[in-house]
Every structure is written in C-alpha cells, then in structure tokens.
C-alpha cells in the first residue's frame, strides 16, 4: 500500500444522498466541494459549533489496528479515517478542550489501493471500515495487523482469504423507525450511534434476508404496526433478525417487539410466508426492556420448528435465534479445518471445547478424538450441541452448561485430565480462572480461535510464561470489508 498517484480523488463522490431518521442530509464525510483545482489549501480558523476547526494538509504514514489513516499534525499523531498510506489529503481538525477531531475533507493525491466503496451507506454507516481498498490491499492490512501483533510468537502464515467477499453475512438485524415524513423506514444503526440510517441492501449480508425485512417494512403500514422509538418507549417493533442456513437454504425470521400482545398475528405470519414461501420458521421475541441487546427473554414460535439447520464440515447443526453461529459459513469450514488440523487427533485424545457455542467445533472434531466435553455459558447454545449431538449420531461428546473458567476451575481440581484444549472465547479474550486451570490440568496442546487478536495475545503471553510455546499461526478472514480479523494460536506444552 505505498505507491500514490495524483487524481484528487474525492471520497464520497458517487455516493447516493440518504437521509437519517431525523429527514436531515448525513454528514458523511468527506466534503465534496474543493479539488486539487483549488489549489494547496490554506489553513483557515473557523469555528464549528463550541469547536475550533482548522484545515491543514497532511500526508498518510500508515493504518492503525482500526484502518484509520497515521498523520503527523502540529507534533501530535491523529488518526483519519478512510486515508490511506502515501495519500496526502486535506484534513479539518476540531478541537473541543483536549479532545482532537481530525476529518478527511479531501484526498489531493490517491493511493493505487483506493477504489470506489461499493456500498452507497458507506460512509455514514460504519459497519464496514474497508470498502475504500481494493481486496489486495485489505488482505495485506489483515496480514500486517496479525504479522505485528503476533511479532512476541513467530511468523504467521498467509491469511485465508475469501473468492466473494461480500453477501457473506448468514444473520443480518434491522431496525425499522419514522423519518420526518413519518415514513417508516428500515436499515441499520451508524456505528457507534443510535441514528438510523434508512437501507435497502447492506452488501456483506446474504441478499435474501435484506429482501425479507424489505417486505416486512412495507407490509407494517397495512397491519398498522408501529416501528418501536427507543426514546419514547411507543411502538411494536423493534427489530427483525433473519438468520439463513447458507446451505440447508432454511430462513428464520425472528419479530422482535416490544410488547406480547401482537395484534393481527395469525395474518401478518400468514401474509408474510406468502410473499416469502422460503422462509422455514417465524419467531416472535419480547423485548420490553430499555436496552441496546436486540434480544429479550420471551420467545414464541409462530410458525415452524423455532430453529434452521444448516450443514457445517459435513455435519448438520441446529441453531436458535439466541444461539452464536459463526456469520461466514464459507470461511467457517477453513477456521474449523485448521483449527483441527492443529489439535493433531489421532483418534484416543480428551478433547475440551470450551466457549463451544452450539456444539461446532467440538462435533467435527469428536470423529477424531476420544471424547469431547462441551462447556458454554448461554443455555439455548448448550441445547442446540446436545440435539446437535445426537442428530449426527456423535456418541463420544458432552455438553455443559456453565462458566468455562469455572469448569475448568472444577476440573483440575477433580484431577482430571486434558489432552487437547480447543478454546473460542469471545472478543473479550478468555480470564485467568480459566487459563490458570488450563495450566493446572497441562494439555499437552492447546488451540486458541479467536475474533480479537489484542485479547488472544494476552492470553497467549500467558499461557507462554506458564510453560507453553507457540507453534502455528493461521489467521483467516471471516469478516470481508470490515477491520475485523480472526486468528488461531496452536499452542504446545514446552517439553513436548
Ligand atoms: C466466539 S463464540 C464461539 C462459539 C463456537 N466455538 C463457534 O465456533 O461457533 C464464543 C462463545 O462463548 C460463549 N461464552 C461467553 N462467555 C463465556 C463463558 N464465560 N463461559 C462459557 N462460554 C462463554 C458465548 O455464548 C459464545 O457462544
């Protein structure tokens, strides 16, 4: 990512004009007034609001973890988003007290690896963070990120990367609300914000579920129902979340509202599995709670069996709406090949497969090991592996439902025994009950899957000065177009 040439690219340009919920232009970024025609910028003061601006011309020395753009400015580093390496832009700078903005206004001279975002919402939504890099410049910055951060272990290998890296996303959740023409519009949250912006197709899900909740957004005037207003606490629905079996092709489709009473039920299921004859379960959850989760605690199956299957590694899974499921089925089967391959079964191995979710990674690997045991916190996940486990006809696997440091905990001090440790926390890493059990009970090999390389190498530094070493590194791209990166650790007892 180090070649520029100059084209005074101007991000944002094609861009469709969207409104957000409030009927009002989006403020998305960068301007699209001024070129390079109008010269070397100069650096003006002017206020913003309290904010002091000014705007400064700045050149681009490389990406943070977050894909943001190294500028050097008055002394201090500033982070701009959507630059990249060896761009010179025009940046406006807000100052508020201590708290420094930097804005992209204007790229002057444009890197090779800068393309058209493909997406119209880009800008403004934030969901993803790398649509403005051509695909080979998105597999070095994964590359790159994982190569330093795993600097302290060894060299990882490349990373596995996906053909069609976009409609990948097999769960997808809307959230509908009111522009200022009180039309019910539909889409997604801008990151890190409670601002809607109104979508009709989001590239990085599966294209069936945008066109399901397409029609579930126009059929909510007919029925009467009301888009749920989070400030108010009025409204009926909050949210829709589609989940789809990428290869068992069974939709689910769960109606997240905010109150049981669910008037004209029996005709919107009715009307809504007309239009979408493919749609295999419908499902109503009650979320009456003022909370970010999109999920409450009352579940009603509406229709179907309340859950889709879906064919993983050749093996069939059952997953509920509350239940984690890998959202990139494709590069799921290399994550979990690897991940296998690294726990080196040979058919008499104790396996344990904690933060196992509905039982995945586990079931695969039970037909080469001894025995398997299962541990993971959320109840309907451990009710999905153990159907999950008789549905494949797995007779050396168990389920547990429970804290994994706990278990673990419990285990060593029952002197029990581990060969191979496969771990998948979440992004917030795995806690040091957990890693200092897996210590105590001297796995002689432990696989650690993860969704943030910043918590892994914690806990692999860890697991290092405790005795293990490190002795393979896959990081593999489950999340195209966005920062987000997936990485496995195979990890060895010392003396072995
Ligand atoms: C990244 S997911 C991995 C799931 C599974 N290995 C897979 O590939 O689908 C992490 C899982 O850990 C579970 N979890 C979170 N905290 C936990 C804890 N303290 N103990 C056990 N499971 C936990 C979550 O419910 C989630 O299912």
Redesign the pocket.
Known sequence: MKKSKKNGYKPGKKRNQSKNINGKKHSAMPSQKGDKSQGKPSTTNKRQGNKKAVTAEVTCTGLTNEGKGIVQWKGKQLEVEYLLPGETAEITVSTSGRYVHPELKRVITSSKDRIQPPCSYYFECGGCQLQHMNEQAQEDFKQETIDELMKPFGKPEPILTMDHPYDYRNKSHTTFGLNKERQIIGGLYAQNSHQLISMDRCLIHDPKADEIWQTIKDMMKSFKMQPYNEDTGRGFLRHVLVKVGKVSGEIMVVLVVASPIFKGKNNFVKALRKAHPEITTILMNVNNRKTSMVLGDQEQVLFGKGTITDTLCGMKFDISAK????INPVQ?EKL?TKAIEMAQLTGTETVI??????G??GLIASQKAGKVSG????KD?VRDAIRNSKRNGVKNARFYQ????E?MVEMAARGEKADVVIM???RSGS?EAFLSSVVQLKPERIVY?S?NPVTQVRDMKYLVQNGYKVKGIQPVDMFPQTVHVENIAEMVLESN
């Open positions: 239940s984690f499921y890998q799921t979990y497969d904690a933060y196992c979710g509905i995945t990674i541990v993971e916190l959320n996940a429970g804290d994994s440091g278990f998948d926390p979440p806690d899957v969704c």
